[in-house]
């Protein structure tokens, strides 16, 4: 029983961390954004960086092995279709996601390199930033999908 509690803790909790990071990353980036601050811009895009690395990540790895454990510690068919949507829902967002932190390192290096030189954000930094605005919505509701599963387990 403690070690079901002590997986099933870590699934939640890392669930929190990798949905409340994201959302929190995503604002702040955003708000950023539309303050148009260069320096402000690129200090936030290192941020967002290290923080997707650091937490987004690792608590997305963690997700798909405590929610393997906890499939097989509670005995359900891995092939239910509550399951299978929330596999297909989650692997549709980490393929929204993984281009998204190849778009924070480009908008990153961009608004850095414009921030040092005292210039302006260049045209790239504006299509990188298109990109990962409407990339981050799909990820985002596919999130919100599996949690509904995850507590409803309606199929």
Not at 17 to 23: D, S
Not at 25 to 44: C, D, P, Q, R, Y
Not at 134 to 141: C, D, E, Q, S, Y
Request: charged share 10%.
């Amino acid at each position: 029983m403690l070690a079901f509690n002590l997986v099933k803790w870590i699934h939640i909790l890392s669930s929190t961390v990798l949905f409340g990071t994201g959302l929190g990353t995503a604002l702040h980036m955003w708000l950023t954004h539309k303050g148009g601050n260069v320096e402000a811009i690129a200090s936030t895009a290192r941020n967002v960086v290290r923080v997707d690395w650091a937490f987004t990540a690792t608590s997305g790895i963690m997700q798909p092995v405590t929610g393997a454990m906890l499939v097989h510690m509670l005995g359900f068919p891995p092939g239910a279709l509550w399951l299978i949507a929330s596999y297909v829902l989650y692997a549709f967002a980490f393929a929204c996601w993984a281009p998204v932190v190849w778009l924070q390192i480009r908008i990153r290096d961009v608004a850095t390199a414009a921030a040092g030189a005292g210039e302006s954000l260049p045209a790239s930094y504006y299509r990188y930033m298109r990109w990962w605005f409407w990339l981050g919505w799909p990820a985002f509701i596919a999130l919100l999908a599996v949690f509904y599963l995850m507590v409803a387990r309606p199929m």
